[in-house]
C-alpha cells in the first residue's frame, strides 16, 4: 500500500492530476472489495472503507463545550463522486 501511496504522490508531483484523483477514488473500491466477505465492491464496502480510514482524517473540531465534531469528507458522497 505504501508504494501505491507513492507512486500517487510521484505522479502528483509530476502534474499528472488526472491520474491521481482516478487512483484516489479507486483506492477505496478496491480496499473495500478485499475487506468485504464475498470481495465484490459495492457502494456500501467503498463508503464503509472511506468512513473508517479516510474520513477522519477530514474531521473538522468544534468549540470544546460542544463536544461535536464534523467530518466535511464521508463515504457516501465519494461514492458518489466515484460513480460520475
Known sequence: MKDLLDQIKSALDAGHYYLCLYVALTLPD???AIDAEDGK????TY???FDEF???KYTL???QELNFEVTSLW?????KVRKH
Do not use: R
Request: include cysteine; aromatic fraction near 10%.
Open 30 to 32: 478496491i480496499c473495500g
Open 61 to 63: 473540531p468544534l468549540p
Open 75 to 79: 463515504g457516501y458522497l465519494m461514492g
Open 47 to 49: 463508503a464503509a472503507w
Open 41 to 44: 465492491a459495492t457502494g456500501q
Open 54 to 56: 479516510v474520513g477522519p
